[in-house]
């Protein structure tokens, strides 16, 4: 039973906005066009606007509100951006990212959003087309924490939402000079926010932020492999 209070998305932008996690324009006006209802399954619409994670099944979570915010803030994408997400899990933060890089459905901005669960790419891309999103982000089954097999630099900001032990080396080589990256780095109990700019001459400055928890990074540069199921 579930015993939160449910705040509507009005309240919930408030408190987001007092506390000082959704501070820029872009990001709020981002979080005040996406429905979020849209990215959990239907018997926890009602809980939306709770700032809490939800499940989406296969024991993963769609990311509490407050968290969104401080990372999309962190990221600080701008418009006509390429965006690589690693973890679509739901969608929604991929949806987010879309209506600030390419606000008015030009085809400017593009955000790539990679997943390892099959069946969740396939849940976010229900979502996105339910929600109008689906032409402004292209889904990618498969291990993020590889990129996207690209050998060049090709992303201007690059957002990880899924706990990492360490900044994997492929993404570093696929953000572009100039751009930035948002990870979680940690243990698997807890991680620390690092934001990681790659300055003009490739070198990396890499600050660390706060303390947060996310589900983990798998895959060649996460946490473990997964083969049937089973973790190794
Ligand atoms: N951004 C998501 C959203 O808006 O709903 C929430 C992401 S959830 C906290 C983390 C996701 O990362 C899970 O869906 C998980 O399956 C995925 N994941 C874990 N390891 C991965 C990897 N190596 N490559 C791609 N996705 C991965």
């Given at each position: 039973?579930?015993?939160?209070?449910?705040?509507?998305?009005?309240?919930?932008?408030?408190?987001?906005?007092?506390?000082?996690?959704?501070?820029?324009?872009?990001?709020?006006?981002?979080l005040?066009?996406?429905?979020?209802?849209?990215?959990?399954p239907?018997?926890?619409?009602?809980?939306?606007?709770v700032?809490?994670?939800?499940?989406?099944?296969?024991?993963?979570?769609?990311?509490?509100?407050?968290?969104?915010?401080?990372?999309?803030?962190?990221?600080?994408?701008?418009?006509?951006?390429?965006?690589?997400?690693?973890?679509?899990?739901?969608?929604?933060?991929?949806a987010?990212?879309?209506?600030?890089?390419?606000?008015?459905s030009?085809?400017?901005?593009?955000?790539?959003?990679?997943?390892?669960?099959?069946?969740?790419?396939?849940?976010?891309?229900?979502n996105?087309?339910?929600?109008?999103?689906?032409?402004?982000?292209?889904?990618?089954?498969?291990?993020?924490?590889?990129?996207?097999?690209?050998?060049?630099?090709?992303?201007d900001?690059?957002?990880?939402?899924?706990?990492?032990?360490?900044?994997?080396?492929?993404?570093?080589?696929?953000?572009?000079?100039?751009?930035?990256?948002?990870?979680?780095?940690?243990?698997?109990?807890?991680q620390?926010?690092?934001?990681?700019?790659?300055?003009?001459?490739?070198?990396?400055?890499?600050?660390?932020?706060?303390?947060?928890?996310?589900?983990p990074?798998r895959?060649?540069?996460?946490?473990s492999?997964?083969?049937?199921?089973?973790?190794?």
């Amino acid at each position: 039973m579930i015993l939160w209070e449910t705040p509507n998305k009005e309240e919930l932008l408030e408190s987001l906005v007092s506390m000082g996690y959704a501070r820029s324009k872009k990001v709020l006006r981002a979080l005040e066009k996406v429905p979020r209802e849209l990215f959990v399954p239907r018997e926890l619409a009602k809980y939306a606007y709770v700032d809490r994670p939800l499940p989406i099944g296969y024991g993963q979570t769609i990311s509490a509100p407050h968290m969104v915010a401080i990372m999309t803030e962190a990221l600080d994408p701008m418009e006509c951006d390429k965006v690589l997400e690693v973890g679509t899990g739901s969608g929604y933060q991929a949806a987010i990212l879309a209506e600030i890089v390419d606000p008015e459905s030009r085809g400017c901005g593009i955000v790539v959003s990679i997943e390892l669960v099959p069946q969740l790419s396939f849940f976010a891309k229900n979502n996105l087309e339910r929600s109008g999103y689906i032409d402004r982000v292209y889904l990618v089954i498969g291990d993020g924490s590889l990129g996207v097999g690209a050998e060049r630099e090709v992303f201007d900001r690059i957002i990880i939402t899924a706990a990492s032990p360490k900044i994997p080396e492929p993404l570093v080589s696929q953000l572009k000079k100039g751009g930035r990256m948002v990870i979680p780095v940690g243990s698997q109990e807890m991680q620390i926010l690092t934001i990681v700019d790659k300055k003009p001459d490739g070198k990396l400055e890499i600050r660390r932020d706060i303390p947060c928890v996310f589900v983990p990074l798998r895959g060649v540069h996460g946490y473990s492999y997964i083969i049937s199921g089973k973790d190794i």
